[in-house]
Structures are given as C-alpha cells and as structure tokens.
C-alpha cells in the first residue's frame, strides 16, 4: 500500500524558514515523481514544487522560486522542501502526493496537468507576520 506522511509543519515567523518532510512507503520499482501542493483556507490548491525520481527533473511556482528547495533522499525515503524566506501568504496546509510512470515520471513534474494519484493527509505551516 503506498503511504505517503507529511511532517515539519508548524509556527514560523515572517523570514523564518521551515522544513517539511515526506515519508513514503510502498512504492514498488516504477519511477515516481513527488509534487509539494499547498492550500490556504478560501483559495485553490497550488502545486509549488515538484521532483522526479530517476532523472531528478524538478519544478517551481513563480511564487516560490528562489524561496524553496525540494530534495530527495532515497535512502530514507523521504522527500524534503526547504522553504526560506517565508511570507505570510505562505501560510497553508501543505501536502505531498506522488505520481508513478512505468518509463521516467518526469513529465509529471514538467506539466502540472498530469495529477498524481497518492497524497498525503497534510500538514499545517502558519507564518506570523
């Protein structure tokens, strides 16, 4: 059963810096790609980065770039984002899901049309101002 838990959310003042984690399990051998989303209360969900396991092909939204760094560690099992620099409008339930590909699953990361399937129940990131 693929199983995905989000961790490391929590209070950060405006310019602080968190970092969230995702611990999967279950993956089988297929090549997977790790999208972080977010979601503030009254506003859609937004894809803000994105990393592709096998050639390691990763994604931004504008609105983090240069802020926010997503990273793998295989051997653990767990894909971090570093987020730095944080703005109050960073504030969200932040959720980490994953997409799987028989060939490179890279495309997931390189068109945000492609959805992925599994997701994590989420953590929450409040930054104060």
């Known amino acids: 059963e693929v199983q995905l838990v989000e961790s490391g959310g929590g209070l950060v003042q405006a310019g602080g810096s968190l970092r969230l984690s995702c611990t999967t399990s279950?993956?089988?051998?297929?090549?997977?790609?790790i999208g972080w989303f977010r979601q503030a209360p009254g506003k859609e969900r937004e894809r803000v980065s994105c990393i592709s396991n096998g050639d390691g092909v990763t994604s931004y939204a504008a609105s983090v770039q240069g802020r926010f760094t997503i990273s793998n560690d295989n051997a653990k099992n767990t894909v971090y984002l570093q987020k730095n620099n944080l703005k109050p409008e960073d504030a969200a339930i932040y959720y980490c899901a994953a997409g799987f590909s028989y060939f490179s699953a890279s495309y997931y990361c390189e068109d945000p049309q492609f959805g992925m399937a599994y997701w994590g129940k989420g953590t929450l990131v409040t930054v104060s101002p």
């Open positions: 279950g993956f089988t051998g297929d090549d997977y790609a």
